[in-house]
């Protein structure tokens, strides 16, 4: 190491050097896997499923699957009545109830009267609903469920019933309907819509990410740029390494499996649609480098944690007063739960307070209560010290992080 490496401080791409911990560049490109590939995938390496994103819920992933008719091109119209001249027609899907309802329009573009015009024409509804006895919360827990524990083609078994959640209908009952558009139409959600219920893509990998890196590994976000993490070494223990290493191998079955390259022989650059394809965009892909213990760096890994830190202690505060004004005289044994969780919360920031001292010193934090939090805080702990005195002195004791 160079004399202005000891100053400054350098980051490597060689994990066995003594450091203070690693910085994590992520990044992910689009694209999707099947759950049931991702999870055999984080298995193998040693994963719990707290690696895998869970799956969207059905009619979120109804939702999703609708996007997939935008755009369908539909056979030009050379005459048309009240048009001048050749009309060009798409599919249009608009909503009537979020995550619900759609309507599917055909959206005809051309010349009427010497000026240009368009026009929609409503001709299907998609709607979301599930059969009677059909719990389509736990259709998605029990499918995860399955693979986890290898019962790949019972849990493919299982997408069969989630068909019967859409019905495709003319707009109106008396409407005429194309019955070859309505067969397109049908298909091409329905496929969609199995497809996105069972797949994570990029959106989902990339909250899983964070996910995983602040909770999983006690990481924070690094201020030198989105997409990059520090994870501490905490008490000189290595062994988070190993998961860490494993986590990036996972990440990179992703990025395989939606990789772009150009293929050997004959390619063209533009798309069907006269645009440059995306031949050489970047994989997805999780860079561990080892971080240098040096003063300078870790000045910055302490103002990063003091701005980390200090938003998740206003944040345990604000939840806290939350819990306290929600107090129900009724519901005793539900609120010492949600204390019980609050408690836990608090356990954890002390104690990752306490062991990121322990690596970069003395780290400047406020934990007094932000004035309106404790105006709330006394407020509800007055109204429930006049029906519980205990549960009053429980909270007053969890808003100290002293």
Known sequence: MSENDSEYGYVTENSDI??????????????????????????TLGLSQSFVPPLRKLFFAFAYAKNNLNGIGLPSLEVAE??????????????????????VQIESRGRMRGKKHVATQNVFRLE????????????????????????????????????????VTPYWD????????????????LSEFVTVATSIDAKMLRNRIVAVLQNQLGGLPFRSGQGAWFIPKYNDDDSYLETLENYSRLLETFGNANSLTRPTGEANWLGEDGKPQDWHRPQTNLRIMGYIDNERQMSYLRRDIETNLGREIGEYQHKLMEVANNFNEDKIEQFNERLDAIGGMREGLISRL???????????????????????????ATRIRSIRGAAADRVLALSRLD
Not at 82 to 103: F, I, P, T
Not at 364 to 378: P, V
């Open 82 to 103: 009240d048009w001048d001249g050749v009309v060009e027609r798409k599919v249009k899907v608009l909503s009537l109830e979020k995550n619900r309802e759609y309507v």
């Open 174 to 189: 008396d409407s005429e309907i194309d019955a070859t558009l309505f067969a397109r139409i049908t298909q091409s959600l």
């Open 354 to 380: 306490n062991n990121l001292t322990n690596m970069v010193g003395t780290v400047s934090l406020n934990t007094d209560l932000f004035t309106d939090i404790e105006q709330g805080l006394n407020k509800g």
């Open 18 to 43: 003594p450091t203070s911990g690693h910085l994590v560049l992520y990044s992910v490109t689009g694209g999707r896997v099947t759950y049931a590939s991702f999870a055999s995938n984080a298995r």
């Open 128 to 167: 979301f609903g599930a059969p009677e006895g059909f719990d389509v919360h736990q259709w998605s827990e029990d499918y995860m469920a399955r693979v986890w524990t290898g019962e790949t083609e019972e849990a493919e078994e299982m997408t069969s019933q989630i068909r019967d959640c859409i019905s």
